[in-house]
């Protein structure tokens, strides 16, 4: 499938979406309040497909956070990368591991390093810093570290 017709068939299914242009794959923009309907319609629809997460990530832009998620369709070969904007203050979006396992790690280490809430993760918790570190976040820009003296 193209990129123009893949981007086609996710409009007539999510109309309210939108398409970032410039990428190597299709990008689209999604409301968090969306993006889990979307996420489920994405990998059950069987012209899309999209039976594979491999990266999620976030990113501080400092007056918001944006949420990534890199898609795949081991099937027909196509990409799609799907971005999620967030408040900065509490962001939350609804948890995808339900729809692809690989996300439960990849949310939790969002969720230690960013602060990302992700509502109905069934084991939100850290994965990589030791006891002590909840609720400081060290991948966000206003992070200040004053042992390493850390401030961006």
Avoid at 55 to 77: E, F, G, P
């Amino acid at each position: 499938m193209t990129i123009e017709a893949l981007k086609e068939k996710i409009t007539a299914l999510f109309p309210a979406v939108t398409f970032e242009e410039g990428g190597q794959w299709p990008t689209v923009l999604v409301e968090p309040t969306d993006w889990h309907r979307m996420a489920g319609i994405l990998r059950q629809n069987d012209a899309l497909y999209f039976d594979y997460l491999f990266c999620l990530t976030c990113i501080d832009w400092k007056t918001h956070l944006t949420m990534v998620y890199h898609l795949d369709s081991t099937k027909y070969r196509h990409n799609l990368v799907v971005k999620v904007n967030l408040l900065k203050m509490n962001p939350a979006v609804e948890t995808v591991s339900d729809i692809w396992q690989t996300a439960n790690f990849h949310e939790r280490e969002v969720y230690e390093m960013f602060g990302v809430n992700f509502l109905h993760h069934p084991d939100l918790r850290l994965l990589i810093l030791p006891d002590g570190w909840e609720g400081k976040h060290p991948l966000l820009k206003d992070f200040e570290d004053p042992i390493n003296m850390i401030k961006l």
